[in-house]
Antibody
Framework: EVQLVQSGAEVKKPGESLKISCKGS????????IGWVRQMPGKGLELMGI????????RYSPSFQGQVTISADKSISTAYLQWSSLKASDTAMYYC?????????????WGQGTIVTVSS | QSVLTQPPSVSGAPGQRVTISCTGS?????????VHWYQQLPGTAPKLLIY???NRPSGVPDRFSGSKSGTSASLAITGLQAEDEADYYC???????????FGGGTKLTVL
C-alpha cells in the first residue's frame, strides 16, 4: 500500500526551531515529487513547496521562500519541513502529499497531517 | 488571495446538481495547464476528486465530473448527497509563480 506517514503533533514556543517529517512507503520514493501544504485554522490549502527526493531539487512557493526549509533523506524515504524560528502565525496543519504519477502535480496520496501549535 | 478564484460557498438540496467554478488567467488555466479538484471532509486530509481536468480516480463516484474552458474550470456534482458536504479546492499550475497553486476553496452545504 502506498502511503505517507507524518510525524506527530507539536507544541512549540515562538522562536523555537522545528523539523517535521513525512515517510513514504509502498513506492519508489526517489521518483515522485513530494509537496508540503499548509492549512491555517479555518483557512484553505496553500502549497509551500515541493521536493524531488531523487536529486533533492526543491522549489518554494514565493510566499514561503526563506521562511521554511524543505529537505529529504532518500536513504530512509523521508521528507522534512523545518523552521529555524517559529512564529505564532506558523500555527497550522501541515500535510505532505505525492502526485498521482511522477510527471503530474495532482496530489493523490496525502499524509495524515501534522498539527503545529506555536504559543507562548 | 489565490490566483485561482472560487466562490466561498455553494449550496443545494439532496438530489440536486451543483457546480463550483474555478476562474484563473492566462498564466494558469488559460495557458493550458491541467486543473485538479479535491474534496476535504471536516477534520480529514484532502482527497483527489478529479485530475487532469476531467478524470476521476478509482473509487470516485461518477456523480462528480470536471470540465475546463478558456481560463476557467468547473466541478459538477449531480444527485447531491448529505455526505458531499465538504470543502472543495481546485488546483492548477501557474507560470508566473512557477509552481502549482490552489484555489481559495468552496464550502458546499447540503440543505
Amino acid at each position: 500500500e502506498v502511503q505517507l506517514v507524518q510525524s506527530g503533533a507539536e507544541v512549540k514556543k515562538p522562536g523555537e526551531s522545528l523539523k517535521i517529517s513525512c515517510k513514504g512507503s509502498g513506492y519508489s520514493f526517489t521518483t515522485y515529487w513530494i509537496g508540503w501544504v499548509r492549512q491555517m485554522p479555518g483557512k484553505g490549502l496553500e502549497l509551500m513547496g515541493i521536493i524531488y527526493p531523487g536529486d533533492s531539487d526543491t522549489r518554494y512557493s514565493p510566499s514561503f521562500q526563506g521562511q521554511v526549509t524543505i529537505s529529504a533523506d532518500k536513504s530512509i524515504s523521508t521528507a522534512y519541513l523545518q523552521w529555524s524560528s517559529l512564529k505564532a502565525s506558523d500555527t497550522a496543519m501541515y500535510y505532505c502529499a505525492r502526485p498521482k504519477y511522477s510527471s503530474s502535480d495532482a496530489f493523490d496520496i496525502w499524509g495524515q497531517g501534522t498539527i503545529v501549535t506555536v504559543s507562548s | 488571495q489565490s490566483v485561482l478564484t472560487q466562490p466561498p460557498s455553494v449550496s443545494g438540496a439532496p438530489g440536486q446538481r451543483v457546480t463550483i467554478s474555478c476562474t484563473g488567467s492566462s498564466s494558469n488555466i488559460g495557458a493550458g495547464y491541467d486543473v485538479h479538484w479535491y474534496q476535504q471532509l471536516p477534520g480529514t486530509a484532502p482527497k483527489l476528486l478529479i485530475y487532469d481536468n476531467s478524470n476521476r480516480p478509482s473509487g470516485v463516484p461518477d456523480r462528480f465530473s470536471g470540465s475546463k474552458s478558456g481560463t476557467s474550470a468547473s466541478l459538477a456534482i449531480t444527485g447531491l448527497q448529505a455526505e458531499d458536504e465538504a470543502d472543495y479546492y481546485c488546483q492548477s499550475y501557474d507560470s508566473s509563480l512557477s509552481g502549482p497553486v490552489f484555489g481559495g476553496g468552496t464550502k458546499l452545504t447540503v440543505l
